[in-house]
């Protein structure tokens, strides 16, 4: 049995995540703004408040979970900014915005691998996951969507720096694309469902080794640039 601990676990890939693991017998820290939502699922779930973005809360569930080993993390919670929107197109770019998603995908990933790191050293399996895009990718970049592209970008370098100075203590860290997936976020035309992409996400988590520290893949294990 594993534990793991999830952010934006209250729906999307986030609750999907949450559901597998719990269904796999592994015990789930299931963070969200909305815990309420899962008190109806079944298995060894613990539902934790936690806002992203609120980094002395981050630091309270941090303590809260003193001595705890957490095998798996996977920092979830993300936004892509409102569909339709031109808040992210060239001339009508929007500041507000901007500074939204990059709290949202950028600085809180970071606060909770800073918070956490020693939870999942003390781990078994020790494994830090960066739920991020293949947007963020500066080497198959096709334009658009400057926000939250350039979000992922700095998660994916963030990620990278991380599995230098916590590889040594044995820690795992992977930025994993979950491929184009029919979320919210995604909307309804993209190619994958959710129950196609988490489950994948999950084997592939399963299956990472020190040797995968510091990589950038999707879904089922493929390499992607960066």
Known sequence: ????LITGA????G??????????GDRVLACARTPDALARLE???H???????????VKALARKLDGE???ILIC?????????SNAQDLGTLD???????????????LMMAEAFAGHVARSRERKLIAITSILGSLASNNGGRYFYRASKTALNMEWSCLAHELGPRGIICVALHPGWVQTDMGGPAAPLSIDQSVPAMVRTIAGFKPSDNGRFIQYDGGELPW
């Open 15 to 24: 609750l999907e995540f949450t559901k597998l693991y719990a269904a796999r």
């Open 95 to 109: 500041p507000v915005l901007w500074r939204q998603i990059f709290e949202v995908n950028t600085l809180a990933p």
């Open 47 to 57: 539902p934790h408040w936690l806002e992203v973005t609120d980094y002395e809360a």
């Open 43 to 45: 298995g060894d779930i």
């Open 76 to 84: 979830n919670a993300g936004i892509g900014g409102e569909r339709g």
């Open 69 to 71: 080993a957490i095998d």
């Open 10 to 13: 209250s729906r999307g890939l």
């Open 1 to 4: 049995m594993s534990t793991v």
